[in-house]
C-alpha cells in the first residue's frame, strides 16, 4: 500500500465512524507559510477517507489575522476553521466565541501537547485551538561565512556578538547582508520581533500601572540598536521584510544570519529550496550583554473552530486530521522527518529519527526556555512574550509598529517613533479603562 495512505487509514477511518458528516464542504481560512501549504498538499486524502471536501482562503499574515478577528467579531460566518494564535485563542475562548475541544478523541492524545503550548492554546484548563506547529525564535546562520570570517557562534549568543558577526560577514559587493530581520509593520510581524528584541535589552510594554515604557531608556537601547544594526548590516528596504521576505533572501544565499521562527529550519535546510542548505547552524535567540532575558518568543499557529458554525463535527474531524501523530507521520514518510510540523508534540522528541534532525534539539530548547508568565526583566502586569495578553494590544501594538517601521525607512527618527508610540499606547490604555 502507498504509504500516503497506510499512514493515514486508521485514523481517519475512526474519524469516520466517530459520526461524520459526509459531502459537506469545510471552509479554512490560513496563513501562506510553508507548513499550512504543504498541508494543502495532503487533504485529498482527508477528503477521500471522509467524504468531506476542503476550502482553503491562504492569506499573508497580517491579513489572514484581520480577516478571521473581523469575521468572528461580526459572527460573519465565513470560515468553519480559523488559523489563530497563543493571542487570540484564550482571550476569544473566554468570549465563548471559539468551540471548546474538549471531546477529541482518546487516539488524538490532547496530552501529548507540549505543556507550554497546550496552556496558552486554554482557558480556565480548556483547550479551544489545536496546534499544529509550535515554535520560538532562534539564530539561523552560514557556517560557511561564519568560519570565513574567523568567528564562532556560541550556543548562546549576545546581539554584540551579532553585530561582530554581522559586520564580519556584511559583502555588498556579492549580495550578502550580515544579517536580515524583520521591520514589516503588524503586532505579529516586525512587532512580535522588536519587542521580544526590547525584552532582551530589559525593556517591557507596561509598567505594573499599565502605563506605556516607550519613554524608558531600555526601549531607546533596544531600538537604536536595532537600527543602527539594519542600517549597517541588513538589506535595504529591511522595513517591509517579514518571515516569508527574509526566508526568501536567506535561502538565496543573501544573509550571513537570520533570527525568526524556529519552524523556518526545515526550509532553509532543505536542497529542494534552499540554495545554502549544506551550510546552516543553529543557536538560541540572543540576549543583550548583562541582560538575562533572551529575545525568544513562543507561538504555536492553531486551528480553532468559530462558534456557530453549522460543520462543527466536520471541523473537529479535520482538526483532528490535522494536528495528529498520524499526519506527522504521513509528512515524514513521504517527505523526511525534517520537514514535520515541529515544536506541538512531545512524542515527536522522543521519536530516535526526529532526534538526529539537526535543529530538533535546538527548537525544543528554545521552545522551552520561552515563560510567557515571566517575560521581562522587571515585572508586568501582563502574560506573553511577543505579545501583551489583552484584547486591546493587537490594535495598539499594529499602530505602534507602523511607527517603528517609519523609523526603519529613515521617515522618523527613533525619538520620534518612541514618542508617538507612548502616546499611543497610553490614550489607547486610558480610553479602555485600564489607566
Known amino acids: 500500500m502507498h504509504p500516503k495512505k497506510s499512514l493515514l487509514t486508521a485514523t481517519a477511518l475512526a474519524?469516520?465512524?466517530?459520526?461524520?458528516?459526509f459531502a459537506e464542504t469545510i471552509t479554512i481560512a490560513t496563513v501562506n507559510n510553508g507548513?499550512?501549504?504543504?498541508?494543502q498538499g495532503y487533504t485529498d486524502q482527508f477528503t477521500e477517507a471522509t467524504g468531506i471536501e476542503v476550502e482553503w482562503v491562504t492569506l499573508e499574515e497580517n491579513v489572514l489575522r484581520q480577516r478571521v478577528t473581523t469575521d468572528i467579531t461580526t459572527k460573519?460566518?465565513?470560515?468553519?476553521?480559523?488559523?489563530?494564535?497563543?493571542?487570540?485563542?484564550?482571550?476569544?475562548?473566554?468570549?465563548?466565541?471559539?468551540?471548546?475541544?474538549?471531546?477529541?478523541s482518546a487516539e488524538y492524545d490532547v496530552d501529548d501537547i507540549l505543556p507550554a503550548l497546550r496552556s496558552g492554546l486554554s482557558h480556565d484548563g480548556t483547550l479551544y485551538a489545536a496546534p499544529f506547529y509550535g515554535e520560538s525564535s532562534m539564530v539561523m546562520y552560514r557556517t560557511d561565512l561564519m568560519e570565513k570570517a574567523g568567528l564562532e557562534m556560541p550556543t548562546a549568543p549576545t546581539w554584540q556578538f551579532i553585530r561582530e558577526a554581522a559586520a564580519a560577514m556584511d559583502d555588498p559587493a556579492n549580495d550578502i547582508n550580515g544579517v536580515c530581520l524583520r521591520g514589516k509593520a503588524g503586532w505579529g510581524e516586525g512587532g512580535a520581533f522588536i519587542t521580544v528584541t526590547a525584552n532582551s535589552f530589559g525593556a517591557r510594554w507596561f509598567d505594573e500601572d499599565w502605563n506605556a515604557q516607550f519613554d524608558q531608556p531600555e526601549w531607546k537601547a533596544a531600538l537604536d540598536f536595532y537600527v543602527s544594526l539594519m542600517n549597517d548590516y541588513g538589506p535595504d528596504g529591511y522595513a517591509t521584510n517579514g518571515f516569508n521576505e527574509n526566508l526568501s533572501l536567506f535561502q538565496q544565499g543573501k544573509c550571513g544570519m537570520w533570527i525568526d521562527a524556529t519552524v523556518a529550519a526545515s526550509f532553509v535546510t532543505n536542497p529542494n529550496d534552499s540554495t545554502v542548505a549544506d551550510h546552516v547552524g543553529f543557536a538560541l535567540a540572543p540576549n543583550s550583554e548583562g541582560v538575562e532575558k533572551r529575545s525568544n518568543w513562543l507561538w504555536a499557529w492553531a486551528l480553532g473552530i468559530p462558534a456557530g458554525t453549522q460543520k462543527e463535527a466536520a471541523a473537529k474531524q479535520f482538526i483532528e486530521w490535522a494536528t495528529s501523530k498520524d499526519y506527522i507521520e504521513l509528512v515524514a514518510a513521504n517527505e523526511g522527518w525534517a520537514n514535520v510540523p515541529p515544536g506541538a508534540r512531545t512524542s515527536l522528541y522522543e521519536t530516535p529519527e526526529y532526534a538526529e534532525v539537526p535543529f530538533a534539539q535546538m527548537t525544543l530548547d528554545s521552545i522551552n526556555a520561552a515563560d510567557p508568565t515571566d517575560p521581562t526583566v522587571k515585572p508586568v502586569p501582563?502574560?506573553?512574550?511577543?505579545?501583551v495578553a489583552i484584547p486591546e494590544f493587537a490594535g495598539i501594538a499594529t499602530e505602534v509598529s507602523q511607527e517603528f517601521s517609519a523609523a526603519y525607512?529613515?521617515?522618523?527618527?527613533?525619538?520620534?517613533?518612541?514618542?508617538k508610540a507612548q502616546d499611543i499606547t497610553n490614550e489607547a490604555m486610558e480610553a479602555a479603562g485600564y489607566r
Do not use: H, K
Open 409 to 419: 525607512a529613515g521617515q522618523q527618527s527613533v525619538d520620534e517613533a518612541l514618542a
Open 76 to 104: 460573519g460566518g465565513q470560515f468553519d476553521i480559523m488559523t489563530i494564535g497563543m493571542y487570540e485563542t484564550p482571550i476569544w475562548g473566554a468570549n465563548g466565541w471559539l468551540v471548546p475541544l474538549d471531546d477529541l
Open 382 to 387: 501582563y502574560i506573553g512574550i511577543q505579545f
Open 35 to 39: 507548513d499550512m501549504i504543504r498541508m
Open 15 to 21: 474519524l469516520v465512524t466517530g459520526g461524520a458528516a
